[in-house]
Protein backbone atom coordinates (compact mmCIF):
# COMPACT_ATOMS: atom_id res chain seq x y z
CA UNK A 1 0.00 0.00 0.00
CA UNK A 2 1.09 3.36 -1.24
CA UNK A 3 2.26 5.33 1.48
CA UNK A 4 0.71 9.54 1.80
CA UNK A 5 3.52 11.89 1.00
CA UNK A 6 3.88 13.69 4.71
CA UNK A 7 3.33 17.54 4.22
CA UNK A 8 6.08 19.41 4.99
CA UNK A 9 5.77 21.99 7.95
CA UNK A 10 4.94 25.69 6.52
CA UNK A 11 8.40 27.54 7.11
CA UNK A 12 8.26 29.87 9.76
CA UNK A 13 7.03 33.95 9.44
CA UNK A 14 9.65 36.23 9.05
CA UNK A 15 9.39 38.59 12.12
CA UNK A 16 6.84 41.85 12.11
CA UNK A 17 7.30 44.66 14.17
CA UNK A 18 4.32 46.07 15.43
CA UNK A 19 3.85 49.03 17.76
CA UNK A 20 0.49 48.93 20.15
CA UNK A 21 -1.80 51.67 21.17
CA UNK A 22 -3.58 50.73 23.54
CA UNK A 23 -6.93 53.00 25.07
CA UNK A 24 -8.24 52.96 28.53
CA UNK A 25 -11.30 52.23 30.23
CA UNK A 26 -11.78 50.97 33.32
CA UNK A 27 -12.61 47.14 33.75
CA UNK A 28 -13.22 47.29 29.93
CA UNK A 29 -9.07 47.15 29.79
CA UNK A 30 -9.79 43.44 30.23
CA UNK A 31 -10.67 43.24 26.62
CA UNK A 32 -7.07 44.44 26.11
CA UNK A 33 -5.40 42.08 27.84
CA UNK A 34 -7.47 38.87 26.22
CA UNK A 35 -5.99 40.48 23.10
CA UNK A 36 -2.79 40.99 24.37
CA UNK A 37 -2.95 37.72 25.35
CA UNK A 38 -3.25 35.88 21.82
CA UNK A 39 -0.91 38.57 19.60
CA UNK A 40 1.89 36.91 22.31
CA UNK A 41 0.78 33.70 21.20
CA UNK A 42 2.43 34.65 17.23
CA UNK A 43 6.42 34.38 18.01
CA UNK A 44 6.27 36.04 14.53
CA UNK A 45 4.88 39.28 15.90
CA UNK A 46 7.54 41.33 17.48
CA UNK A 47 6.56 44.37 19.75
CA UNK A 48 8.66 47.52 19.46
CA UNK A 49 6.74 50.22 21.41
CA UNK A 50 3.42 50.66 23.48
CA UNK A 51 1.36 53.71 23.83
CA UNK A 52 -0.56 53.40 26.15
CA UNK A 53 -3.39 55.33 28.23
CA UNK A 54 -5.39 54.71 31.98
CA UNK A 55 -6.07 51.05 31.49
CA UNK A 56 -3.91 50.49 28.26
CA UNK A 57 -1.18 52.23 30.44
CA UNK A 58 -1.46 49.82 33.07
CA UNK A 59 -1.91 46.48 30.56
CA UNK A 60 0.98 48.08 28.69
CA UNK A 61 3.59 48.38 31.75
CA UNK A 62 2.47 44.90 32.82
CA UNK A 63 3.00 43.26 29.68
CA UNK A 64 6.75 45.13 29.38
CA UNK A 65 7.36 44.08 33.05
CA UNK A 66 6.73 40.76 32.40
CA UNK A 67 8.32 40.29 29.01
CA UNK A 68 11.48 41.39 30.58
CA UNK A 69 11.55 38.39 33.05
CA UNK A 70 10.16 35.29 30.91
CA UNK A 71 9.33 36.68 27.16
CA UNK A 72 5.72 36.44 25.87
CA UNK A 73 4.85 33.59 27.98
CA UNK A 74 6.03 35.91 30.99
CA UNK A 75 4.19 38.43 29.69
CA UNK A 76 0.94 36.19 29.02
CA UNK A 77 1.64 35.39 33.06
CA UNK A 78 2.16 38.78 34.26
CA UNK A 79 -1.03 39.95 33.04
CA UNK A 80 -2.88 36.89 33.97
CA UNK A 81 -1.71 37.72 37.75
CA UNK A 82 -2.51 41.57 37.43
CA UNK A 83 -6.00 40.83 36.14
CA UNK A 84 -6.28 38.54 38.78
CA UNK A 85 -5.71 40.89 41.90
CA UNK A 86 -7.77 43.31 40.23
CA UNK A 87 -10.87 40.75 40.63
CA UNK A 88 -9.67 39.56 43.98
CA UNK A 89 -9.75 43.64 45.56
CA UNK A 90 -12.98 43.44 44.00
CA UNK A 91 -14.73 41.16 45.85
CA UNK A 92 -14.56 44.02 48.87
CA UNK A 93 -15.52 46.70 46.83
CA UNK A 94 -19.17 48.28 48.13
CA UNK A 95 -19.07 48.71 44.30
CA UNK A 96 -21.64 45.37 43.46
CA UNK A 97 -24.29 44.53 41.08
CA UNK A 98 -27.74 44.69 42.56
CA UNK A 99 -29.24 41.82 43.18
CA UNK A 100 -32.16 42.63 40.13
CA UNK A 101 -28.58 42.84 38.10
CA UNK A 102 -27.76 39.75 38.71
CA UNK A 103 -31.26 37.99 38.27
CA UNK A 104 -31.25 39.61 35.09
CA UNK A 105 -27.75 38.75 34.10
CA UNK A 106 -26.46 42.00 33.44
CA UNK A 107 -23.02 43.21 34.24
CA UNK A 108 -23.89 47.00 34.59
CA UNK A 109 -23.92 48.73 37.98
CA UNK A 110 -26.65 50.77 37.12
CA UNK A 111 -29.13 49.56 39.99
CA UNK A 112 -26.14 48.82 42.86
CA UNK A 113 -26.91 51.59 45.78
CA UNK A 114 -23.35 52.16 46.16
CA UNK A 115 -22.89 53.03 42.76
CA UNK A 116 -25.79 55.57 42.88
CA UNK A 117 -24.39 57.14 46.06
CA UNK A 118 -20.97 57.22 44.25
CA UNK A 119 -22.26 58.75 41.14
CA UNK A 120 -24.55 61.55 42.79
CA UNK A 121 -21.64 62.30 45.45
CA UNK A 122 -18.87 62.39 42.92
CA UNK A 123 -21.08 65.57 41.10
CA UNK A 124 -21.61 67.42 44.14
CA UNK A 125 -18.95 66.62 46.60
CA UNK A 126 -15.06 66.75 45.50
CA UNK A 127 -12.87 63.86 46.11
CA UNK A 128 -10.64 66.36 48.53
CA UNK A 129 -13.32 66.40 50.77
CA UNK A 130 -14.40 62.90 50.27
CA UNK A 131 -10.99 61.16 50.22
CA UNK A 132 -8.55 63.54 51.96
CA UNK A 133 -5.84 60.82 52.07
CA UNK A 134 -6.00 60.38 49.05
CA UNK A 135 -5.94 56.68 48.47
CA UNK A 136 -6.43 54.52 45.61
CA UNK A 137 -6.42 50.82 45.94
CA UNK A 138 -5.00 50.50 42.44
CA UNK A 139 -1.55 51.31 43.45
CA UNK A 140 -0.69 48.29 45.85
CA UNK A 141 -1.53 45.79 42.65
CA UNK A 142 0.42 48.13 40.29
CA UNK A 143 3.53 47.49 43.29
CA UNK A 144 3.09 44.10 43.34
CA UNK A 145 2.47 43.45 39.38
CA UNK A 146 5.40 45.23 37.73
CA UNK A 147 8.79 45.60 38.27
CA UNK A 148 9.60 49.33 37.88
CA UNK A 149 13.23 48.48 37.24
CA UNK A 150 13.07 46.22 34.44
CA UNK A 151 10.89 49.06 32.97
CA UNK A 152 14.08 51.34 32.56
CA UNK A 153 15.96 48.76 30.41
CA UNK A 154 13.44 46.94 28.25
CA UNK A 155 13.81 46.48 24.91
CA UNK A 156 10.23 47.67 23.77
CA UNK A 157 9.51 51.37 24.48
CA UNK A 158 6.85 52.74 26.72
CA UNK A 159 4.48 55.71 26.00
CA UNK A 160 2.46 56.40 28.84
CA UNK A 161 0.42 59.93 28.81
CA UNK A 162 -1.29 61.71 31.67
CA UNK A 163 -2.76 65.04 31.33
CA UNK A 164 -1.21 68.39 32.99
CA UNK A 165 -4.31 70.08 34.92
CA UNK A 166 -2.01 73.46 34.83
CA UNK A 167 -1.64 73.82 31.21
CA UNK A 168 -4.45 71.10 29.96
CA UNK A 169 -1.51 69.05 27.87
CA UNK A 170 -0.85 66.12 27.33
CA UNK A 171 2.66 64.65 28.68
CA UNK A 172 4.40 61.28 27.75
CA UNK A 173 6.23 59.61 30.04
CA UNK A 174 8.92 56.71 28.54
CA UNK A 175 10.17 53.93 30.34
CA UNK A 176 12.84 55.70 32.40
CA UNK A 177 9.91 57.78 34.16
CA UNK A 178 7.58 55.31 35.01
CA UNK A 179 6.56 54.86 38.63
CA UNK A 180 3.23 53.96 39.93
CA UNK A 181 2.46 57.40 40.17
CA UNK A 182 2.92 57.69 36.29
CA UNK A 183 0.33 54.93 35.67
CA UNK A 184 -2.04 56.21 38.51
CA UNK A 185 -2.28 59.71 36.94
CA UNK A 186 -2.71 58.15 33.65
CA UNK A 187 -5.89 56.64 34.85
CA UNK A 188 -6.79 59.77 37.46
CA UNK A 189 -10.63 60.68 36.93
CA UNK A 190 -10.68 63.67 38.58
CA UNK A 191 -14.12 63.56 39.69
CA UNK A 192 -13.20 60.39 41.78
CA UNK A 193 -9.75 60.85 42.75
CA UNK A 194 -7.18 63.64 43.59
CA UNK A 195 -4.58 64.68 41.07
CA UNK A 196 -1.82 62.99 41.23
CA UNK A 197 1.63 65.45 41.57
CA UNK A 198 4.63 64.56 39.46
CA UNK A 199 7.67 66.40 39.46
CA UNK A 200 5.48 69.09 41.20
CA UNK A 201 2.60 69.37 38.40
CA UNK A 202 -0.99 67.88 38.91
CA UNK A 203 -2.22 65.37 36.69
CA UNK A 204 -5.41 63.37 35.84
CA UNK A 205 -6.78 61.01 33.07
CA UNK A 206 -4.42 61.16 29.88
CA UNK A 207 -7.50 60.41 27.74
CA UNK A 208 -8.39 63.89 27.91
CA UNK A 209 -5.27 65.04 26.05
CA UNK A 210 -4.38 61.46 23.63
CA UNK A 211 -6.73 57.83 24.24
CA UNK A 212 -3.63 56.84 23.59
CA UNK A 213 -1.48 59.66 22.07
CA UNK A 214 0.27 57.85 18.42
CA UNK A 215 2.37 60.27 17.69
CA UNK A 216 5.59 58.88 19.57
CA UNK A 217 5.04 55.66 17.90
CA UNK A 218 5.87 57.22 14.70
CA UNK A 219 8.70 59.39 15.54
CA UNK A 220 10.00 57.36 18.27
CA UNK A 221 9.84 53.55 16.80
CA UNK A 222 11.04 51.70 14.30
CA UNK A 223 7.43 49.81 13.23
CA UNK A 224 5.71 51.23 10.26
CA UNK A 225 1.97 49.04 11.81
CA UNK A 226 0.32 50.19 14.67
CA UNK A 227 -2.40 48.13 16.10
CA UNK A 228 -5.20 50.10 17.54
CA UNK A 229 -7.03 48.52 20.78
CA UNK A 230 -9.86 50.37 20.78
CA UNK A 231 -12.03 50.14 23.54
CA UNK A 232 -14.33 53.52 23.74
CA UNK A 233 -17.28 53.34 21.46
CA UNK A 234 -16.72 55.96 18.84
CA UNK A 235 -20.03 55.72 17.68
CA UNK A 236 -23.93 54.87 19.76
CA UNK A 237 -26.81 54.25 17.78
CA UNK A 238 -29.34 55.24 20.62
CA UNK A 239 -29.71 58.71 21.93
CA UNK A 240 -28.42 59.66 25.42
CA UNK A 241 -31.57 60.82 27.39
CA UNK A 242 -31.02 60.33 31.38
CA UNK A 243 -28.34 62.53 32.87
CA UNK A 244 -26.40 59.79 33.53
CA UNK A 245 -26.10 58.68 29.66
CA UNK A 246 -25.36 62.03 28.32
CA UNK A 247 -22.43 62.84 30.30
CA UNK A 248 -21.30 58.83 29.45
CA UNK A 249 -21.71 59.90 25.99
CA UNK A 250 -19.97 63.10 26.30
CA UNK A 251 -16.97 61.44 28.56
CA UNK A 252 -16.74 59.09 25.74
CA UNK A 253 -16.63 61.90 22.91
CA UNK A 254 -13.55 63.75 24.69
CA UNK A 255 -11.41 60.44 25.45
CA UNK A 256 -11.98 59.98 21.36
CA UNK A 257 -11.52 63.18 20.54
CA UNK A 258 -7.21 63.34 20.93
CA UNK A 259 -7.55 59.97 18.82
CA UNK A 260 -9.21 60.73 16.04
CA UNK A 261 -7.65 64.01 15.20
CA UNK A 262 -3.98 61.93 14.75
CA UNK A 263 -6.17 59.15 13.16
CA UNK A 264 -7.27 62.24 10.55
CA UNK A 265 -4.04 63.30 9.97
CA UNK A 266 -2.78 59.97 8.78
CA UNK A 267 -5.69 59.90 6.11
CA UNK A 268 -4.78 63.69 5.28
CA UNK A 269 -0.92 62.97 4.63
CA UNK A 270 -1.73 59.94 2.69
CA UNK A 271 -3.98 61.85 0.56
CA UNK A 272 -0.77 64.38 -0.23
CA UNK A 273 0.26 64.56 -3.30
CA UNK A 274 3.59 65.06 -1.63
CA UNK A 275 4.05 64.46 1.90
CA UNK A 276 7.30 65.67 2.13
CA UNK A 277 10.62 64.31 3.43
CA UNK A 278 11.02 63.34 7.04
CA UNK A 279 7.98 63.39 9.83
CA UNK A 280 5.29 64.23 6.96
CA UNK A 281 6.64 60.81 4.93
CA UNK A 282 6.89 59.19 8.10
CA UNK A 283 3.40 59.64 9.59
CA UNK A 284 2.07 59.36 5.34
CA UNK A 285 3.71 55.83 5.24
CA UNK A 286 2.45 54.35 8.85
CA UNK A 287 -0.03 51.25 8.52
CA UNK A 288 -3.00 51.29 10.63
CA UNK A 289 -4.84 48.05 12.30
CA UNK A 290 -7.35 48.00 14.61
CA UNK A 291 -9.10 45.61 16.59
CA UNK A 292 -12.14 45.98 18.48
CA UNK A 293 -15.50 44.72 19.35
CA UNK A 294 -19.03 46.26 18.93
CA UNK A 295 -20.20 44.43 22.67
CA UNK A 296 -18.34 46.42 24.87
CA UNK A 297 -20.84 49.12 23.93
CA UNK A 298 -23.56 46.74 25.31
CA UNK A 299 -22.24 46.46 29.08
CA UNK A 300 -22.77 50.48 29.52
CA UNK A 301 -20.48 52.60 30.96
CA UNK A 302 -20.96 51.51 34.60
CA UNK A 303 -19.66 48.33 33.89
CA UNK A 304 -16.55 50.02 33.44
CA UNK A 305 -16.46 50.22 37.30
CA UNK A 306 -17.47 46.20 37.70
CA UNK A 307 -14.39 44.31 38.29
CA UNK A 308 -15.73 41.07 39.22
CA UNK A 309 -13.77 38.13 38.08
CA UNK A 310 -16.30 36.43 36.01
CA UNK A 311 -16.92 39.81 34.10
CA UNK A 312 -13.42 40.03 33.33
CA UNK A 313 -13.00 36.62 32.56
CA UNK A 314 -15.89 37.50 29.90
CA UNK A 315 -13.93 40.50 28.78
CA UNK A 316 -10.86 38.73 28.17
CA UNK A 317 -12.62 36.11 26.24
CA UNK A 318 -13.83 38.99 23.73
CA UNK A 319 -10.66 40.23 23.62
CA UNK A 320 -9.04 36.80 22.44
CA UNK A 321 -12.04 36.26 20.13
CA UNK A 322 -11.23 39.68 18.56
CA UNK A 323 -7.56 39.49 17.99
CA UNK A 324 -8.14 35.52 16.95
CA UNK A 325 -10.64 37.09 14.15
CA UNK A 326 -8.32 39.80 13.26
CA UNK A 327 -5.09 37.40 12.54
CA UNK A 328 -7.29 35.00 10.48
CA UNK A 329 -8.48 38.28 8.34
CA UNK A 330 -5.37 40.72 8.39
CA UNK A 331 -2.50 38.83 10.03
CA UNK A 332 -1.19 38.74 6.36
CA UNK A 333 -1.55 42.28 5.92
CA UNK A 334 0.20 43.00 8.42
CA UNK A 335 3.58 44.64 7.38
CA UNK A 336 2.64 44.81 4.11
CA UNK A 337 -0.71 47.08 3.73
CA UNK A 338 -3.13 49.07 6.21
CA UNK A 339 -6.69 47.57 7.62
CA UNK A 340 -8.21 50.47 9.14
CA UNK A 341 -10.43 52.01 6.77
CA UNK A 342 -9.22 56.11 8.36
CA UNK A 343 -10.60 57.99 4.57
CA UNK A 344 -14.13 57.53 6.33
CA UNK A 345 -12.41 60.75 9.06
CA UNK A 346 -11.44 62.75 6.38
CA UNK A 347 -15.62 63.25 5.46
CA UNK A 348 -15.93 64.64 8.94
CA UNK A 349 -13.05 67.60 7.87
Given at each position: M ?6 E ?11 L ?10 F ?5 D ?8 KI ?14 VL??G ?37 M??W?L ?9 D?M??L ?15 KIL ?5 F ?6 EI ?14 R ?8 P????A????P????A???D ?8 Y??NP????L ?20 T????A ?6 L ?10 K ?6 L ?28 AE ?5 K ?8 S???E?G ?14 L ?7 L ?7
Open positions: ARRPVAPEPPREPVLVDALQGGGSHGATWGVLRLLEEPWLEAISGTSAGAMNAAVSYMQGGAAGARAALDAYWGRVADAARFSPLQRSPLDRLNRSDASPAYIMMMSRVSPYSLNPTGHNPIREDSIDAHLNGAKLFITATNVHTGRGVFRNMEITEVLLSACLTLFQIEIGEPYWDGGAGTISPVRESKADDIILVQINPRERRTPRTGEILDRNEISFNAPLMELRMIALRLAADPGTGEGRRWAGMRTHRILTDRLFGASSLNAEGPFLLLKERNAADAFLHAHGDDGRRSTADDILLEEC
